[in-house]
């Protein structure tokens, strides 16, 4: 049984309630957009980190994480890309890669949007965590934790931070 803690958007913001959130968890995915080295080396030292690079990424972070991640948590086929898409509406750049060999578990960002979905026809499940940084005009900034035990999903929470206006002040 693994807790995950999965994030994107962060463009190179940095929350401490990041690491807050997380501490349950196992590893941390981060679904790209990640904005700065800075930002992945505090989640890589605090978890293991699995992340993909999303369109605002620079070399440095290209040169360290795919475009692309598919990888196996417990008995989970999972699939991270950051510009994917929703289940109905994949992106063109993913789809085909979804429709030939779907994962049980696809996660993406981009959007902003917080969105968590069932794919009845592909049998998946698709996690868009929302974004966690300041960037964009979200209204609150968001992560997920999402417990894999074998082939099972639970424990699905949605973590709403602050908004990205107001930094967290009240």
């Known amino acids: ?6 994030i ?8 401490d309630k990041y690491l ?3 501490e349950p968890c196992d590893e941390i995915w981060h679904a790209g957009d990640i904005g700065s080295m800075e930002v992945a080396d505090q989640l890589a030292a605090f978890r293991p980190l699995r992340a993909v690079y999303g369109n605002i990424d620079g070399e440095d972070i290209r040169h360290r994480f795919s ?4 990888f196996r948590c417990e008995d989970v086929n999972v699939l991270m890309k950051h ?7 994949y992106d063109p750049s993913i789809r085909d890669s979804i429709l030939k060999d779907p994962p049980q578990l696809f ?13 009845k026809e592909l049998d ?3 996690v868009n965590p929302g974004a966690a940084g300041l960037q964009g005009w979200q209204t609150d ?11 099972k999903f639970s424990d699905c929470e949605v973590i709403a931070l602050a908004n990205p206006k107001t930094r967290g002040i009240k």
Not at 1 to 6: H, L, N
Not at 83 to 89: M, Q, V
């Open 1 to 6: 049984m693994k807790t995950i803690g999965i």
């Open 8 to 15: 994107s958007d962060t463009h190179g913001y940095w929350d």
């Open 20 to 22: 807050t959130y997380f």
């Open 67 to 70: 475009e692309v991640l598919r």
């Open 83 to 89: 510009i994917g898409g929703y289940p109905g509406k």
């Open 107 to 119: 996660i993406s960002g981009h959007s902003h949007i917080l969105k968590i979905k069932y794919d």
């Open 124 to 126: 998946l499940l698709h």
């Open 141 to 151: 900034r968001t992560i997920v934790r999402l417990t894999i035990d074998g082939k």
